[in-house]
């Protein structure tokens, strides 16, 4: 296929019009614009995990709306979208009112004041794209001198803005305020990610302060401001109203257990399909079904747009590549991460198993939380899952109990990674035991290797999935294995490498006792792990295995057929 005639796929583009104009493919979420301004409520909050198109609906309301644009750009914008069969809308609300559109994902600094500088750029910056109004006929001199204050820089040490607190935290009613005067029009407020500076804020110490910059902000441009139309929030969170929403009643949350808006914000499996056709990948349908699919938000079912589109991106040049989890390098996965660090109780580690294992775990779910609050005991954690991406539902709820599940496999593969590296962390606390461990190994000692890795067995969280194949189930074990043993600085320890006629699982180098060691791993699904080790050691003298560590010098090599089923294993040793 020539993938020079086709349009290019908007990786990381978040600009309505820059995809419009410049020939990337766009799957139609215009149909939102509709829903908006035929139910809007004064402020609007859209909660959704990230990467889920939040920013670019926000960009597609800003090119719809605005004032500033030319009307005929924007009719060509969209032109032959969803939204343009609405004519009398269109002509109501298209590029009829003034916009103030801002993001705050970029409030990101490491203490409170680099913070609020970046919020002074943020919003200073918005304000310098309306410069007319320090011209403007329709305000006095005095209003003039307000919209100066909001824009003045420190010329002398380029400090950035100079607008103190108070100005900061008036400054988007100012700006709304001094816009509706100019164009005698009241005001749309857009605010992308408006919990991206509360969670910055709370990782690196400054939470009070935050909370106090964001609610006075909050409360001035979208409670007490006679000049807004209507204004859209979104974020990962519904942060409690007892952080930042005190006293604002007149807000429509729209969460992702809603059915309004509940098709606008991911890609449905019928957008997915007509993506896949237009490139000519629809082959690996069921492959992208099975790893990005599976988010439930309202009646819906749908896809990570961010993960179709890269992964379609690299079909697209190479057929033959795997699926794999662009997800989670957009983000840390701290919340997995503290989920299983606080999994204490054994109730806990088994219903992450079932998880893992495909299973439904049912739990009631808190959609309001502050930051204070969200990782302080497990029952709050499960409810960060679920609003974050990590979790979704199956099946109706009953009030606030949600039968949880992971939604797919890429999901899935960020579980297992968190496992397997919390495991490890956890193991190499206590280098007495692990060095006891690896001591059995040296010498040969099957049944102390046998007593060690069963106790560590019983305190992992098993990764099992009852769907997948006998070598993936073995790969849970051997990683657990690879990591203890690869607790010995001095050993070298090589995992699945090219010995003889095939791969052995282990292979280990002890140069100062001129000792090898191949490790041969079964996964026994009938539990007969004796036949299991058995298996194991004729696997490792019928392919050779020993055959590179004797060609490393080595003289005495000892061969371990390991059997595993569950949380018990079998030793043996030759």
């Not at 005639?5 to 309505?16: A, C, Q, R, S």
């Not at 600085?489 to 191949?518: A, M």
């Amino acid at each position: 296929m020539n993938t020079a005639i086709k349009k290019k796929l908007p990786i990381g583009i978040e600009n309505f019009e820059k995809i419009r104009t410049e020939d990337f493919y766009y799957i139609d979420k215009t149909g939102l614009i509709k829903d908006l301004l035929y139910n809007w409520g004064e402020v609007n909050l859209f909660t959704r995990p990230r990467r889920f198109g939040k920013s670019l609906n926000m960009s597609m309301l800003k090119s719809f709306l605005d004032i500033e644009g030319d009307i005929t750009y924007t009719e060509k914008l969209f032109n032959g979208l969803e939204i343009s069969k609405e004519t009398s809308l269109c002509k109501e609300y298209m590029g009829a009112f003034p916009v103030i559109s801002i993001s705050l994902k970029g409030v990101n600094g490491i203490d409170f004041a680099a913070a609020r500088d970046m919020m002074r750029s943020i919003i200073g910056n918005e304000a310098l794209r309306f410069y007319f109004l320090s011209e403007s006929n329709n305000l006095n001199e005095k209003e003039k001198m307000q919209y100066n204050q909001l824009t003045a820089v420190d010329e002398s040490n380029r400090q950035g803005f100079t607008m103190s607190d108070t100005l900061l935290m008036g400054s988007l009613k100012t700006l709304s305020m001094l816009l509706q005067k100019h164009y005698g029009k009241k005001v749309i407020i857009l605010i992308d990610e408006y919990d991206v500076p509360l969670a910055k804020a709370f990782d690196n110490g400054y939470y009070e302060e935050m909370i106090m910059l964001i609610r006075n902000l909050f409360e001035q441009v979208l409670k007490t401001n006679d000049s807004l139309q209507f204004a859209v929030l979104t974020g990962c969170l519904r942060v409690s109203k007892e952080s930042i929403f005190t006293g604002l009643n007149n807000m429509k949350v729209l969460s992702i257990t809603d059915v309004r808006f509940d098709e606008y914000f991911g890609f449905t499996d019928k957008e997915v399909r007509e993506l896949l056709e237009y490139y000519g990948l629809t082959a690996s349908y069921e492959t992208i079904k099975d790893w990005y699919d599976g988010y439930r938000f309202g009646d819906v079912h749908v896809y990570c747009p961010w993960d179709v589109i890269c992964y379609c991106d690299e079909l697209r040049f190479d057929p033959k590549v795997q699926p794999k989890d662009y997800w989670s390098n957009t983000s840390s996965n701290q919340s997995v991460r503290c989920f299983i660090e606080n999994a204490e109780s054994n109730t806990t580690k088994r219903e992450i198993e079932r998880l893992v294992e495909g299973e439904a775990v049912r739990k009631e779910i808190r959609q309001e939380l502050t930051y204070r609050e969200l990782y302080s005991d497990t029952d709050n954690i499960w409810s960060v899952l679920f609003t974050t991406g990590y979790l979704t539902q199956q099946g109706k709820s009953e009030d606030d109990i949600f039968n949880l599940v992971i939604p797919n496999q890429e999901v899935r593969k960020i579980f297992t990674r968190q496992i397997m590296e919390w495991f490890q962390d956890m193991t190499k606390r206590d280098g007495d035991t692990l060095n006891m461990f690896c001591d059995a190994f040296e010498n040969g000692d099957a049944a102390g290797v046998e007593m060690y890795f069963n106790a560590y067995l019983r305190k992992t969280i098993r990764i099992r999935d009852t769907f997948v194949g006998k070598y993936r189930k073995e790969n849970f074990y051997h990683g657990i294995l690879l990591g203890l043993l690869g607790f010995k600085d001095s050993w070298g320890v090589w995992s699945n490498r090219e010995s003889g006629n095939g791969y052995s699982v282990i292979l280990v180098e002890i140069e100062e006792k001129d000792l090898g060691i191949v490790v041969e791993l079964k996964y026994s699904e009938d539990s007969n792990l004796e036949a299991g080790c058995r298996q194991a050691l004729r696997q490792i003298e019928e392919k050779n295995y020993t055959e590179e560590l004797k060609a490393l010098g080595l003289n005495h090599i000892l061969k371990f057929g390991i059997a595993c089923c569950k949380k018990r294993c079998k030793v043996m040793v030759e």
